[in-house]
């Protein structure tokens, strides 16, 4: 960075200054197709789902996943909801390759399922640029923003209304 910093001034020393704004850009434009992996090698993300949402670290491993610190397999019991977790892998083709921690709050099972999915599919991502393209085609990083619809008044649900009575 100070580098950069001291070729922009050598350039404005010499009246460069629309190619020093060039060459910073450029610079910090590559920054941005880089991984984003701290320095424990982990990536993070947050996904949502519903009233659901997951914090989801992903590090190199051997294919280890803890949910609210718990198994995947003793947290989420029913199948489907582990086939939904182990389908980001096989569309990365990396089963087996990375250990996955997540923490997530608020919902149930399906919709906490979902956030992780979310989560997990956008870390991927972060750690590994090169898997968006086809985690992306599959759909796999764009939000459900579907909700449950809210209740009206002078109804018995959001669209369920009372029984009509006529007499």
């Not at 990365?92 to 997540?102: K, L, P």
């Not at 992306?136 to 959001?158: H, I, N, P, Q, W």
Request: proline share 3%; hydrophobic share 30%; glycine share 8%.
């Amino acid at each position: 960075m100070k580098e950069q910093l001291e070729k922009i001034r050598e350039m404005q020393d010499k009246k460069e200054l629309p190619d020093a704004k060039k060459e910073l850009s450029k610079n910090s434009g590559s920054d941005q197709s880089d991984s984003k992996i701290d320095p424990q090698g982990r990536s993070y993300a947050t996904g949502r789902r519903k009233d659901s949402t997951a914090r989801v670290w992903v590090k190199r491993g051997n294919g280890q996943m803890y949910i609210n610190g718990k198994v995947i397999n003793d947290y989420f019991s029913r199948p489907v909801l582990q086939m939904q977790l182990n389908h980001v892998f096989e569309i990365a083709n990396r089963e087996g390759q990375f250990d996955v921690m997540a923490t997530v709050k608020g919902g149930g099972l399906s919709g906490q399922a979902g956030a992780v999915k979310h989560g997990l599919s956008k870390a991927l991502c972060f750690f590994e640029p090169e898997l968006r393209k086809p985690l992306k085609a599959a759909g796999l990083l764009t939000r459900d923003s579907r909700t449950v619809e809210r209740k009206k008044y002078g109804r018995a649900k959001a669209r369920k209304s009372f029984q009509f009575s006529k007499r």
